[in-house]
Structures are given as structure tokens and as C-alpha cells.
């Protein structure tokens, strides 16, 4: 179980603000921004998978040799919660990278001319992805970023446990009540209890790929804008040079 390789050779979209309406650069800084973010975060979300794969495959080696060997006996103690470090961590990089895209059409809305540059139809296929391959994204990281929460009182309890009937990889049961999960990692599955649900992510490479398809889907959906401000910018510069020889004319 190595790793697997991981790279993208492509550069998110940049735009020239000299091409847009002066009112408009500020927010498309920002899409830029967020643009960027996207690529850091399914890089983030690669960074956990590793740490979640190198510690399995190390501790793998020192069960076979921690006999009489205190150095193996010590990687294995030392070592027990990073899984659940990459997992939990994890799952926050996706709520992250969710978000930054909720931001991205949040501020394409409100840029009349450069929201006519965007390929809506990508932009679309994007976020119909994100929903589809990531649902509850929101509550995953809640019953994350919340866990003690789930048991601070008996009404939180009642608020956050589960009841109903369970058939996944990590549990298989019917009928159960009152049922609450915090940061259960069965191979590579990561679930939750919040909100009366059992919500559930895999940190695996086929996440990570379903993410960047999402990163790529949305870069693809602002690559006419790229092309469209430089081009606006160059006329613009040209149409000064023009304005400015003309009126350097000696006048007879």
C-alpha cells in the first residue's frame, strides 16, 4: 500500500483587472484568490491520505519486529492516533474547500460583467458534483469540529445520537436507539453521529480524485474569463498608446 502519485500541472486562472470594470477588479482578485485555494486544499486533503497511509504501512513493519524491540514498541505507541489526526483532518479540508467554493459563486453574483465571462455550464457541472459526490459536507465537519459537543448535556445527547437501523462497513445493526459516534475509523470509512444522522466520509485516493475533478471543473469554467480580461487589458493599453501619440502631435 504505497501512496499514490499526485500532481496538477496546470495553473489556476488568472485574470487582468485592467481588462474589467474598475468596480469589479476587487471581487475578481478574490475569485482568483479562491480559485488557488481549491488546488491547496485538494493538496491538503493529499497530505492526510499520505500521513494516513505512511503510518499504516510503518506500523505494519514494527508489529513484525517489536518483539524485544523498543524502538518499534514506541513507533506503534506514539503513532496510534495519527490516522485519526489525517481523518479528522480530512474531513475539515473538505468542508473547506466547499466553502471556498460556495464563496466563488457567492462573489460571481454580484459582478455583473464578469459573470458573463464565466462558463456557467462548467460552473454548474461543479457544483452538481460537490453535492454529489460530498453530501452533508457541512454536518461532517460539524460532528468534527463539535465532537465534545455531542455529549456536553442530555439534551445535546438526545439532539445528536441516532436511532434507526445501520448496515455499512463499520456497523451492522437494527433497530438501535440513542446511538452516538465520535471519530470511529473502520479501514479507511471515518464516521460521526450529528444532528440524528450517521454520517460517514473514506479518506482515500478516490476522494481526493473526486475533488479534483471538482477543482478542475471549476478552473475550466473561468479559463474564457482569463483569456477575455488579458485581451481587454492588451486593447486597452493599445487605445492609450494611440490617445497619447495623437495628442503628443504637434498641432500646425
Known amino acids: 500500500m504505497s501512496p499514490s502519485h499526485f500532481n496538477i500541472p496546470e495553473f489556476a486562472p488568472r485574470f487582468n483587472k485592467g481588462g ?28 492526510a491520505l ?116 445501520i448496515d455499512s462497513r463499520a456497523i451492522k445493526a437494527e433497530n438501535v436507539s440513542g446511538l452516538t459516534i465520535s471519530n470511529m475509523l473502520v479501514d479507511r470509512q471515518f464516521t460521526n453521529t450529528w444532528n440524528g444522522k450517521l454520517l460517514t466520509y473514506e479518506l482515500s485516493q478516490t476522494t481526493i480524485d473526486h475533488l479534483n475533478c471538482v477543482r478542475k471543473e471549476v478552473w475550466e469554467a473561468f479559463r474564457d474569463a482569463e483569456q477575455v480580461t488579458h485581451a481587454n487589458a492588451k486593447i486597452a493599453r493599445e487605445t492609450v498608446r494611440t490617445t497619447s501619440s495623437e495628442s503628443a502631435e504637434p498641432s500646425i
Open 20 to 47: 474589467l470594470p474598475s468596480q469589479e477588479a476587487e471581487g475578481a482578485g478574490l475569485i482568483e484568490t479562491n480559485l488557488m485555494s481549491l488546488e491547496s486544499y485538494v493538496r491538503d486533503l493529499q497530505s
Open 50 to 165: 499520505y500521513l494516513f497511509d505512511f503510518t499504516a504501512i510503518n506500523q505494519n513493519a514494527a508489529r513484525q519486529v517489536m518483539q524485544g524491540n523498543a524502538h518499534a514498541a514506541n513507533f506503534l505507541e506514539q503513532s496510534n492516533g495519527w490516522q485519526f489526526l489525517a481523518a479528522r483532518d480530512g474531513a475539515m479540508t473538505i468542508y473547506h474547500f466547499a466553502t471556498t467554493l460556495s464563496g466563488i459563486n457567492e462573489t460571481v453574483a454580484e459582478l455583473s460583467e464578469f459573470k458573463t465571462l464565466m462558463n456557467r455550464e462548467k460552473m454548474k457541472s461543479a457544483n452538481k458534483m460537490l453535492s454529489e459526490k460530498f453530501p452533508n459536507f457541512g454536518e461532517v465537519r460539524h460532528a468534527v469540529a463539535h465532537v465534545a459537543d455531542k455529549v456536553k448535556n442530555p439534551r445535546k445527547f438526545k439532539t445528536h445520537s441516532f436511532s434507526g437501523s
